[in-house]
């Protein structure tokens, strides 16, 4: 059963979401998988030599979200400096995929704003491997792309989304062992500072403080999942 929790600051009503999931590195792949907890995802980790928690904080002095991959040592097989450098490399090259698809995305956005429709279909096509969710959307029952006039909108509310989604949140990717981050640029902090400007952060379920006002954090709404 997996679970997210909604907390509300009771001084500033800024709210944050903490979303109860894990990561796994795929033996076949030996790629990072990121698992919300089912018990379906929880059997498929069972046989992965590198088990961790993902954690999710908010810098209120720079505005950005950490995400911080917490390497479970009683459930992997690897060492700590071994560990480390597993998730550096597959969350490095699962960022530097992340980075592409941005610049892609701002791409297809210039090319709709001057409305060739033609261009529109061959870029999305030849650039297929970022836009699968989006081309999941424009293709039809028998596997033709739709008429593209009419999905427009569409197109133009998930680039909007995602570049803004990218711009303001995923920016710093951490890993912790212990008491200390590691950065994927092989930088070491300790646990309760940014890694991108160095203040002072909190966690939500650990001191259920807020990270933006420093105010007291209520839990508005928590919600189980089979």
């Given at each position: 059963?997996?679970?997210?929790?909604?907390?509300?600051?009771?001084?500033?009503?800024?709210?944050?979401?903490?979303?109860?999931?894990?990561?796994?590195?795929?033996?076949?792949?030996?790629?990072?998988?990121?698992?919300?907890?089912?018990?379906?995802?929880?059997?498929?980790?069972?046989?992965?030599?590198?088990?961790?928690?993902?954690?999710?904080?908010?810098?209120?002095?720079?505005?950005?979200?950490?995400?911080?991959?917490?390497?479970?040592?009683?459930?992997?097989?690897?060492?700590?400096?071994?560990?480390?450098?597993?998730?550096?490399?597959?969350?490095?090259?699962?960022?530097?995929?992340?980075?592409?698809?941005?610049?892609?995305?701002?791409?297809l956005n210039f090319i709709i704003s001057n409305k060739v429709e033609i261009d529109v279909y061959d870029f999305i096509l030849e650039?297929?491997?970022?836009?699968?969710?989006?081309?999941?959307?424009?293709?039809?029952?028998?596997?033709?792309?739709?008429?593209?006039?009419?999905?427009?909108?569409?197109?133009?509310?998930?680039?909007?989304?995602?570049?803004?989604?990218?711009?303001?949140?995923?920016?710093?990717?951490?890993?912790?062992?212990?008491?200390?981050?590691?950065?994927?640029?092989?930088?070491?902090?300790?646990?309760?500072?940014?890694?991108?400007?160095?203040?002072?952060?909190?966690?939500?379920?650990?001191?259920?403080?807020?990270?933006?006002?420093?105010?007291?954090?209520?839990?508005?709404?928590?919600?189980?999942?089979?």
């Amino acid at each position: 059963m997996t679970h997210y929790t909604k907390y509300k600051c009771k001084k500033c009503d800024s709210t944050f979401v903490n979303y109860d999931q894990f990561f796994y590195l795929d033996p076949k792949t030996n790629e990072i998988n990121i698992e919300n907890r089912v018990l379906l995802a929880m059997e498929e980790s069972e046989s992965s030599p590198l088990v961790g928690n993902i954690i999710e904080t908010y810098c209120g002095n720079c505005n950005k979200r950490v995400i911080i991959y917490e390497i479970n040592p009683f459930e992997s097989r690897y060492g700590a400096c071994a560990s480390i450098n597993i998730l550096k490399n597959s969350l490095t090259r699962q960022h530097e995929f992340i980075l592409e698809k941005f610049k892609k995305a701002v791409e297809l956005n210039f090319i709709i704003s001057n409305k060739v429709e033609i261009d529109v279909y061959d870029f999305i096509l030849e650039n297929e491997k970022y836009f699968k969710e989006l081309l999941e959307e424009l293709i039809d029952s028998n596997g033709r792309l739709e008429n593209l006039k009419s999905k427009l909108n569409k197109i133009i509310i998930y680039l909007e989304y995602y570049i803004s989604t990218y711009i303001n949140s995923i920016t710093i990717i951490s890993i912790i062992y212990g008491s200390y981050f590691y950065t994927l640029n092989e930088e070491k902090f300790k646990r309760d500072i940014c890694p991108n400007c160095q203040k002072k952060i909190s966690y939500l379920t650990e001191d259920e403080i807020c990270p933006i006002c420093g105010g007291e954090l209520k839990i508005e709404d928590k919600v189980y999942l089979d």
